[in-house]
């Protein structure tokens, strides 16, 4: 088990609950609304390809510029209030990039919209860690299979939006307005107090185990390892983000319906995994969920890239987001406990690293394709699965 002694929650403490799923969902819906609407605005500014990519790389860029400031900003604030108010900041970010005039103030908007993203990340999976403390179990994972809902559900209202002609400008701001309105209403229910002090009022907070200390490990080697789990878990996700379709068609001469079912597959057996991680952690500890998550991620798309076929390599995408789907939450979590680290840091310092992979990972990957093939460089994904089976011992076995 990853977190303390077990007890049944308090209402407060269900409702805390309840109040950073909603966090989650929203964070989750609110930047999904625009992305389908991205081709409008595209076309609305009259821009081409060149200019269009280096806008939109604006919001990753604004996710790291300003990511490594949220662990200052949960320490001052707490991470419940500081979430709330990144996800306005966020909305803001989105309504303007949506009614933006040209393109430097698209992408000044979507600079906004990611720095601020990025300050929510940390201080919404900070509460959450908050509240699973209180349980005394783990629980991260449901909150980031209920983001995958969010997205889902933002994509879904863009997509309605655009088959009822619904304009972009009055689109984003029901969107909006109405997330916005539901995180501020979420935030009376989340815990009270400062973050720095949760840990004194609860019998249930303290942890069971330090990983890796007993093996003598210093805190900076283990939150190198955790950084490189975590990366290399949206290492895969962006596998299936910006390559599973390329490849099904170019490649594979998939038809274009099918080809979206590589990154369909990957992001659902995601949102599957992160439902049943839980489970699979409170039962057998977090080191071997994700050693065997790294075995099945190296193991389904390995096979897939050695003998491609279409209906292989959908599946072998699946099993890269079922592999993966508990190691960010997993890598948050250690690193928010770590000892000798001001709280927050290890979370703040993992979530930048991570956007850093973001942004880095596609152009390496498209390197290596011009060079070799792309189903060169989506060896990275089998890589990224043995090179989790390598570092997982840094995590938490099972409760004695």
């Known amino acids: ?31 999904a609304n ?17 200019a269009y990519g280096l806008a939109v790389a604006a919001f990753p860029a604004g996710a790291v510029v300003a990511g490594l400031a949220a662990g200052v900003l949960v320490r001052r604030w707490g991470s419940a209030p500081v979430a709330v108010g990144g996800t306005l900041l966020t909305g803001a970010g989105i309504l303007v990039a949506s009614v933006a ?40 994972n449901s909150f980031h299979a209920v ?26 701001a029901f969107a909006v307005v109405l997330f916005a309105a539901v995180a501020c209403g979420a935030l009376r229910f989340c815990l009270p107090g400062r ?15 330090e990983p890796g200390v007993e093996r003598g490990l210093r805190p900076s080697v283990l939150l190198a390892a955790l950084v490189l789990i975590a990366m290399a878990g949206t290492l895969v996700e962006d596998a299936g983000n910006s390559w599973a379709a390329l490849y099904l068609s170019d490649a594979l001469h998939a038809p274009a319906t099918v080809a979206a079912s590589g990154y369909v597959a990957l992001v659902g057996a995601q949102f599957v995994g992160r439902l049943l991680g839980d489970r699979l952690v409170n039962r057998f500890g977090q080191r071997a969920v994700a050693r065997a998550g790294g075995a099945i991620a190296a193991l389904g798309m390995g096979t897939a890239l050695a003998f491609p ?8 995408f699946a099993a890269a987001g079922l592999g993966v789907a508990t190691l960010v939450p997993a890598a948050m979590h250690e690193a928010d406990e770590l000892p000798g680290l001001k709280p927050g840091f290890g979370l703040t310092l993992v979530s930048w690293l991570m956007r850093v992979g973001f942004l880095v990972s596609p152009p390496l990957v498209g390197l290596v394709a011009d060079a070799t093939t792309l189903r060169t460089g989506l060896c990275v994904v089998p890589l990224a699965g043995l090179l989790v089976v390598a570092l997982a011992g840094v995590l938490r076995g099972r409760a004695r």
């Open 195 to 209: 973050d720095t002090d949760s840990g004194a009022d609860h019998p249930s907070v303290r942890p069971t185990r």
């Open 309 to 316: 076929t279409v209906p292989g390599t959908v599946a072998g």
């Open 1 to 31: 088990m990853t977190t303390g002694v077990r007890h049944s929650p308090t209402v407060a403490e269900r409702r805390a609950r309840v109040a950073v799923a909603v966090l989650f969902f929203t964070n989750g819906a609110l930047f």
């Open 147 to 172: 983001w995958s809902v969010g997205a889902v559900t933002g994509g879904a209202m863009a997509a309605g939006a655009i088959a009822l002609e619904v304009p972009l400008g009055r689109h984003l």
């Open 101 to 140: 005039g040209s393109v430097e103030l698209f992408a000044g908007a979507l600079f906004l919209a990611g720095a601020m993203d990025a300050i929510t990340d940390v201080g919404q999976n900070a509460h959450a860690l908050r509240v699973q403390r209180r349980y005394g179990r783990s629980i991260i």
């Open 34 to 50: 625009l992305l389908p609407r991205f081709p409008e605005i595209k076309a609305s500014l009259d821009i081409g390809n060149t």
